[in-house]
């Protein structure tokens, strides 16, 4: 006999799949290019000068790691040798698996004309907000 509680969370999980699939099937995502002045969406022939950059506010899980390197001291606050500065030999450094909260990425930062984009175009397509960078898979 099948298990009763098996077929329902089947039946909710696809229920599920379908809602969402349904809600996001109306947002409008456009690849664009940012110019030296703003934004080109690629199916909107003006210039957005003002638009959005999407914040990040995520988690970061960091796996456990092992990395070689050396250490030298002492050092300045931008780490820059010292007078009488050792270097050690190499050495193994173990990280233990972490988790980080609130690590923002800031993608407006590192936008530059001729970048492509990933924006979804808002308030009926007054404003445009870019959530993503775009590269080629090379």
Same mark, same amino acid.
């Given at each position: 006999?099948?298990? @009763?509680?098996?077929?329902?969370?089947?039946?909710? =999980?696809?229920?599920?799949?379908?809602?969402?699939?349904?809600?996001? $099937? %109306? *947002?409008?995502? =456009? /690849?664009?290019?940012?110019?030296?002045?703003? &934004?080109?969406?690629?199916?909107?022939?003006?210039?957005?000068? #003002?638009?959005?950059?999407?914040?990040? &506010?995520?988690?970061?899980?960091? @796996?456990?790691?092992? /990395?070689? %390197?050396?250490?030298?001291? @002492?050092?300045?606050?931008?780490?820059?040798?010292?007078? %009488?500065?050792?270097?050690? $030999? &190499?050495?193994?450094? #173990?990280?233990?698996?972490? =988790?980080?909260?609130?690590?923002?990425? =800031?993608?407006?930062?590192?936008?530059?004309?001729?970048?492509? *984009?990933?924006?979804? @175009?808002?308030?009926? %397509?007054? #404003?445009? *907000?870019?959530?993503?960078?775009?590269?080629?898979?090379?």
């Amino acid at each position: 006999m099948p298990d @009763p509680f098996k077929q329902l969370a089947s039946i909710f =999980e696809k229920r599920m799949v379908d809602h969402a699939a349904r809600a996001i $099937s %109306g *947002v409008p995502c =456009e /690849l664009g290019t940012i110019t030296a002045s703003g &934004l080109k969406l690629d199916n909107f022939k003006h210039e957005i000068p #003002d638009y959005l950059v999407a914040d990040w &506010l995520v988690k970061i899980h960091f @796996p456990a790691f092992s /990395l070689v %390197g050396t250490a030298t001291s @002492p050092v300045d606050d931008q780490g820059n040798d010292l007078p %009488g500065a050792i270097t050690t $030999s &190499l050495t193994r450094y #173990d990280f233990q698996a972490r =988790e980080v909260d609130e690590v923002r990425l =800031e993608l407006k930062a590192d936008l530059k004309a001729g970048d492509r *984009v990933l924006a979804v @175009p808002v308030n009926g %397509g007054q #404003d445009a *907000v870019v959530i993503a960078k775009v590269i080629a898979n090379v």
